[in-house]
C-alpha cells in the first residue's frame, strides 16, 4: 500500500484518493460540510485554513492545509520513487 503526506505528519492511503480538489467553489462547500453532517469528514488541518479537499472512494472527505498542487506533487513523486526502486 502507497502512503502519502497530506501534512503535519497525515498520512493517507494513495490507492483510496479519488481526488483532490480546491474548497473555494460551492459545490465543494456543500459536499464538506455534508460529510461533516454526516460524520464522514477528518479534518487534517491542525486549525489552519483549508487548502485542500481530498475525497476517498470511501466517501470520506479529508481537509488538508495543504495546496491541491503541492499534494498532486507528492503523489507525482511518490510514484516515480516507486518506480525508480523498480516498483510497479
Known sequence: MKLINIGFGNIVALDKIISIVSPDSAPIK???QEAKDSKMSIDAT???KTRAVIIMDSGHVILSAIQPETVAAR???N???SKKKGGE
Open 75 to 77: 503523489i507525482d513523486k
Open 30 to 32: 456543500r459536499l464538506v
Open 46 to 48: 491542525y486549525g489552519r
Open 79 to 81: 510514484i516515480l520513487d
